[in-house]
C-alpha cells in the first residue's frame, strides 16, 4: 500500500499545529524503551537491542516522501489533504497552507539523532531524538509519532527476541560443544507466514538477521540488500531443500517411505534436505523408516534433517521419561528423538564428554517454539549426555509476533521545546502512575561509561547536546552515518 505519506498520522495530529501555545518554532522529542516488564526470557539482562531506523528512514522519509509527495503535483498535494480533511473533521476544519508550504520547501527539515543501531540499550535510555531545523516546521516533529512508532518498535523488539535465542545457544555451546559453528544457523527464521503482511515479514523479520544466518524469508533478505547495503558477495543467509506437508500428502501414506527414499536418492542425493516427518506417524517414520533407510541416508554426502512439527517440543525432541533413566526398554516417546537417532545412526563423543549425533541426520522443530522452551530443551539435552548442536529450531511467528509496543514499553515523548524563541524544558509524570511513563526533561544527551554502559543526562544546553553517542542519521531529506549489516552483526556480537 503506498500513499501520499504526509496521511500517514493518527487522526487527532492533524489538530496539534494549532494547539501548540502561539509563537511555539521548536519541538525536540524522543523514542525511548521504558521497560520490559512484558518481556519473559530465561537470560533476561534489561536491555535491548536497537535496530531498524536506517531501513525505515530511507523507505519512507526519504523514497516515499520524494516519490508521492514532494514529486507529486503540489495542487494534488494540496487538494488530497483537503478533502480527505473536510470529509473526516468536517469542511474548512484544518488548514492547508502548512502541507502546501512543506510542499514547497521540497524536504523535511528534520534532525534525527540515534545511537548505533546493534548497540544494546539500558531501558529508559533514548535511542533516538527528533527535532526541527526550521522554525515554520515545529509542527511536524509530533506529527510523525505514530508512524515512526509503528515502523520502529517491532524491529527493535525482535531483534532483541533473537540476540537472547543466540545467547541461550551460545550459553550451552560452551557447556556442551568442541565450538560454535553451528550457532549461526540454530535458529531459523519461519515467521514470514504469521506476520502483519509483506512489508512487516521483511523489515521485521531483519531483526532476526542481526544474530543468525539461517531464515525462509526471503523478502527479509531484499530489504537487507536494499537499505543495509551489503557487499556484493556478503552472505546475509540461506536455507535448504525442505518438504511441507502438502509434498508429503500427495506421496500418501503408504508411499510415505518411498518419498523419502525418492528425495534422498533422486532429488538431494548429496547436500541437506529437510522432510517434514509427522504428516501421520512420526514415530514410525524415525524408528522404523529410518533403520529401512539406513543404508541410503550414510551413503550420502550431507544430512537428512527429520522435522517434527506437532506436539510437545521439549517432549518431543528429549523425551518424557527421565533424563538419568537408560534402561533399554524404554519406548522411543520416552527416549525423545535425539536418543532415538543417537541408537540408530550412532555418532561421536566430543572433548566435553557430550554425545554428537552423526552428521548423515539431524532435527529441526519449528512448531511453538519460545525462548523458555528452547533453553528447555537444551537444558534437557545437556542433563542426557547430549550436545546442543544436535537441534536446530525454527523460530516462528509464536515468537516474533506474540510482541506489542508494550513489550519494552516504547514512547515518543516531547522533552524540549521553544516559544517564540525562549526554550523550554518540558517533562511527562503522571501523579497516578507507577513511575513507568515519567519522561525526561529538556535537551538529551546518551553517554557511555567506563564500562560501556550506555547512561542519560537530560536538561542539557545545546552545546552539550551536540555531544554524546546519539548520532545525527536524517537531516533534511537526507541520509547521514549510513551502516552497513555486516557492521551492525558484528557490533552486536561484540
Known amino acids: 500500500m503506498q500513499f501520499n505519506p ?90 492547508v497552507e502548512h502541507i502546501r508550504a512543506l510542499h514547497r520547501l521540497g524536504y523535511l527539515p528534520l534532525e534525527i539523532k540515534s545511537l548505533d543501531e546493534g548497540s544494546k540499550v539500558p531501558m529508559k535510555i533514548p535511542v533516538l531524538t527528533i527535532t526541527n531545523t526550521l522554525d515554520e516546521f515545529f509542527w511536524l516533529v509530533n506529527y510523525l509519532e505514530s508512524v515512526m512508532s509503528a515502523e520502529l518498535w517491532k524491529s527493535s523488539t525482535n531483534a532483541t527476541v533473537a540476540h537472547h535465542y543466540r545467547q541461550i545457544c551460545q550459553r550451552w555451546a560452551e557447556q556442551t560443544c568442541d565450538d560454535g559453528q553451528h550457532i549461526d544457523f540454530q535458529c531459523h527464521d519461519f515467521s514470514f507466514r504469521g506476520m502483519s503482511g509483506l512489508h512487516d515479514a521483511a523489515q521485521s523479520g531483519m531483526g532476526h538477521l542481526l544474530s543468525f544466518t539461517g531464515t525462509d524469508s526471503i523478502p527479509s533478505i531484499l530489504y537487507a540488500r536494499q537499505y543495509y547495503t551489503p557487499a556484493e558477495d556478503y552472505f546475509i543467509a540461506g536455507t535448504i531443500p525442505a518438504t511441507e506437508h502438502s509434498v508429503m500428502c500427495m506421496g500418501e501414506e503408504q508411499g510415505e517411505i518411498a518419498t523419502f527414499r525418492r528425495l534422498l536418492t533422486e532429488l538431494y542425493p548429496q547436500g541437506f534436505v529437510s522432510v517434514v516427518s509427522d504428516t501421520w506417524d512420526y514415530w514410525k517414520v524415525l524408528t522404523e523408516y529410518s533403520r529401512e533407510l539406513k543404508s541410503e541416508i550414510m551413503a550420502r554426502e550431507g544430512r537428512l534433517v527429520f522435522r517434527p512439527d506437532s506436539g510437545d517440543p521439549v517432549e518431543i525432541l528429549c523425551g518424557t521419561g527421565d533424563d538419568s533413566d537408560r534402561h533399554p526398554s524404554r519406548t522411543p516417546e520416552q527416549k525423545g528423538s535425539v536418543e532415538v537417532l543417537w541408537d540408530i545412526f550412532g555418532g561421536t563423543v566430543n572433548a566435553r564428554g557430550y554425545r554428537v549425533l552423526d552428521p548423515h541426520v539431524g532435527l529441526i522443530y519449528g512448531d511453538s517454539i519460545t525462548l523458555e522452551r528452547a533453553n528447555q530443551i537444551l537444558s534437557r539435552l545437556e542433563a542426557k ?110
Open 6 to 95: 504526509i496521511l500517514a498520522i493518527d487522526g487527532y495530529k492533524t489538530s496539534h499545529r494549532e494547539q501548540y501555545p502561539q509563537g511555539t518554532n521548536r519541538v525536540y522529542s524522543n523514542f525511548t524503551p521504558r521497560g520490559n516488564r512484558y518481556f519473559s526470557s530465561p537470560i533476561a539482562d534489561d536491555r535491548l537491542v536497537f535496530f531498524g531506523l536506517q531501513g525505515f528512514l530511507q523507505w519512507f522519509m526519504v523514497d516515499l516522501f520524494n516519490e508521492k509527495f514532494f514529486a507529486q503535483p503540489e495542487h494534488q498535494v494540496v487538494d488530497d489533504y483537503q478533502q480527505l480533511m473536510d470529509s473526516y473533521l468536517g469542511k474548512g476544519a484544518v488548514s
Open 385 to 494: 549426555g547430549f550436545a546442543s548442536s544436535n537441534v536446530v529450531f525454527g523460530v516462528g511467528s509464536y515468537t516474533y509476533q506474540y510482541n506489542t509496543r508494550d513489550t519494552f514499553g516504547f514512547a515518543m515523548k516531547a522533552t524540549w521545546g521553544e516559544v517564540n524563541g525562549v526554550g523550554r524544558a518540558i517533562f511527562k509524570q503522571p501523579k497516578t502512575d507507577s513511575g513507568l511513563k515519567k519522561s525526561a526533561k529538556g535537551l538529551l544527551r546518551v553517554e557511555r561509561n567506563e564500562a560501556g554502559e550506555y547512561y542519560l543526562l537530560d536538561q542539557q544546553s545545546w552545546a552539550q547536546e551536540k555531544g554524546g553517542e546519539l548520532k545525527t542519521r536524517f537531516l533534511n531529506g537526507k541520509l547521514m552515518n549510513v551502516e552497513d549489516l555486516s557492521v551492525l552483526r558484528q557490533r552486536l556480537a561484540a
